[in-house]
């Protein structure tokens, strides 16, 4: 019964105060959500709000038809050179200025809020706050007077409704007031624009219901109406609001619409409501909904040390991680965290959309960066799905990008005169034209290639031959015939690519001399080592899927050709890969991207088996970057990096600073400290980025274990803190792996279980020693003492084991 106890406070988060970002409350929430509708749970005792969020809601952005700006590129070309790279720098962004093109892209905002009011006796007592993550509820509890009394809510993936219950002990009665309500702009308040939304809102009450609906600015309408069914006592509504008195339980169901016209929707809801809470009870919707929930949420499983026994809050925990290092508890709990916020904020639903930078738990109608970034962030949110069990939930990525082709073809033409297409770095839904018009976005071009590994990855976890057909190779196609016209040659017949910005760097002899901060003063130069080795990555991935697709292998050995024609890394002189090959641009260390790392991660084209004097010459490139400029979401990609190169606690060591400078009580990750530590950079508004959180997950299982195309690594930088742990179930792409290790008594057992045909080399960790080894058609390989080349067949296992005293 303990062993369960300890089980569940794993899978929780525990808090002892509330939210408390002033005016921001929601930043400090406790989420729930179903992948399409997120309820963010926020406020104290006495008055409390669930605000409510929609994959669908988003408003304020604006299409402008793009002009045919394509004759600038050579402009820009003849001006580089010259070698008047800032001049050329902006030749593309003014003429799309001068062209008065202002397309703007869209925010999500705030659907509606459930405000609730309940007055107190007494002073409180034990005031707690919790989310079970593997059921999505979010409980606040606290002791008035004699009685005890608790709040439960969770988002069901069963019956799209916010499931929400007040009440407490047998001896307890609840009084209040509920409603639904238009949530308050902490900085929009007095703009034109919430001013219209303002004025649309309408919102009504009668016998056990409450409406509620606003108009958007494409002209449709959004909402939702809310039933509450109390158990004894007694209710009546006053204008919008709904009052009930000496009420032992009362149960709270809500159901939204978007893109909707409410008379229509309100009608519907509550017919659906009616018949949902015929016969109905918490504890029955919950049921239905973890029936959905709990086979994502434990698809995989991870043990570390006695991290599953640690009951700390999560004050207690951020407490101990600001001495220096995060607890294993708090490691644990985070990667735990970010896979719940993975599958509460996206879906299978048609209707999802893609993991965003808010998850769906914004709290304003102009969120800072709430759009869908393709230079870092987006894809930050994926890299840990498909070992992490999630690989499920990644087509909405698919179908977002895939619906937006159209604009990126006709971007690829008007931009440059090429044929293909050409995301812009950010996009929202419907808007996948340029928005951001500043040099270091429109003259950046790799994002349809680095968009493209996930497509590739994708198919090699699911083997699915109609995705590769009818999805990825025509995504990866379009994206190479960019390249194909973009390219020229230099004098020695290598490919030129220009212009060519590395996300969101200068080089640093272009830096403004009269040190004045600017952002991005000079980004744009010639062969960024990320545009090179994006497109090697394409190139290669498309000779792979080409021929088991069945393609032509002549276009194959064109591509091949290609291949020979990019240009090599190039070693600065400290010795680290540089971030432009072109030896004009010199490297600036003091920046948060790590894009020229693209070879060791994400990519996997330099590893130590493979070239180990280059691998190292990478290790020193982000040694030398430097810590003061990163962000949360840089520390999490170093962590990433970090653990590529095998080095766990140079990994865990980045994770343990991003804990002490950019996780909020609630452990949402942050785009910086604001407080002035000098851990990252500074900027005061501090946003919500909850990439940092899906990167953490990355990380961890960056560092136990390791997947590419021929090659598995178990263990491969586990860090030295970590001495015993299991991780259960966890994917490579043609099946599972289950790992137990004990460093103390030099134990180690790994068995992997193959889902489809599997051929492939795996590593054990070094510290392994000597293992006994079951399974067929496993052989020694030639990489080394530690590698294994196993071939199983769909449903076969192979199982390596030790027990050698020793340390790692």
Known sequence: MQEQEDKRSADKLIMSYPASWWRNMWREALPSGNGVIGASVFGGVQEETVLLNHARLWHWGSKDELPDVSDTLAQTRKLMDEERYAEASWQLTNALHESGYRTKLASRFPLAAINLVMPCRNAFRGYSRTLAMDSGEVTVGWTDGPSQYNRRLFVSRADDTVVYELGGDEEASISGEISLALHPSDRWADTPEFKELEQSIEVGASGTYAWFAGTNDDGTDFGAVM????????????????????????????????????????????????????????????????????????????????????????????????????????????????????????????????????????????????????????????????????????????????????????????????????????????????????????????????????????????????????????????????????????????????????????????????????????????????????????????????????????????????????????????????EWIHSTFEDRYAHRHLSHLYPVFPGQEVTRESDPNLFRAFETAVQKREIGAQSGWSLAHMAAIYARLGDGDASLNCLDILSRSSLLPNLFTLHNDWRGMGVSMLMPTAPVQLDANMGWVNAVQEQLLQVSANLIKLLPALPGRWKRGRFADWRFHTGKATVVWNIDTGSFRAELTADRDTDTTVKMPEWSGACKITGEEIHPSPLGPSYYTVRMKSGASVVFESHKPGNV
């Open 227 to 578: 039933q509450v069914i109390p158990q004894d006592g007694r209710i009546e509504t006053i204008g919008s609001v709904i009052r009930f008195e000496g009420v032992r339980r009362m149960l709270v169901l809500v159901k939204v619409f978007v893109l909707g016209k409410r008379s229509k929707d309100w009608e519907r809801l509550k017919e659906e409501l009616a018949q949902l809470a015929v016969d109905t009870s918490y504890d029955k919707l919950l049921n239905r909904h973890l029936a959905l929930h709990r086979p994502l949420y434990h698809s995989v499983s991870l043990e570390l040390d006695d991290a599953d026994h640690d009951s700390r809050t999560n004050e207690r925990l951020l407490l101990d991680a600001y001495e220096g290092e995060a607890p294993p508890a708090l490691v644990r709990k985070m990667w735990a965290y970010g896979r719940y916020l993975f599958l509460s904020g996206t879906s299978t639903a048609g209707d999802a959309e893609p993991f965003g930078l808010y998850g769906l738990w914004g709290g304003d109608y102009r969120l800072v960066w709430s759009h869908n970034m393709a230079n870092e962030n987006i894809q930050m949110m994926y890299w840990h799905a498909h070992v992490g069990g999630l690989g499920e939930l990644v087509p909405s990525l698919f179908r977002y990008y895939d619906g937006l082709m159209d604009d990126f073809r006709e971007n690829a033409s008007k931009l440059y005169g090429c044929r293909g297409i050409y995301i812009p770095a950010g996009s929202t839904p419907g808007i996948g034209v340029p928005n951001q018009i500043v040099p270091v976005i429109m003259n950046w071009i790799g994002a349809a290639g680095w968009l493209a590994r996930h497509y590739y990855e994708h198919f090699r976890y699911t083997g699915d031959l109609q995705f590769l057909q009818e999805t990825a190779l025509p995504f990866m196609l379009e994206t190479l015939w960019f390249y194909e016209d973009f390219l020229v040659s230099d004098t020695d017949g290598l490919y030129k690519m220009y212009p060519s910005v590395s996300p969101e760097n200068t080089p640093l002899n272009f830096m403004p001399t009269d040190g004045k901060p600017l952002a991005h003063p000079m980004p744009t130069a010639i062969n960024a080592t990320m545009d090179i080795a994006i497109l090697k990555e394409l190139l290669q991935h498309l000779i792979e899927v080409n021929q088991k697709a069945g393609g032509d292998p002549e276009v194959a050995k064109e591509w091949s050709l290609m291949l020979t024609r990019l240009p090599a890394y190039r070693l600065n002189k400290d010795g680290a890969v540089s």
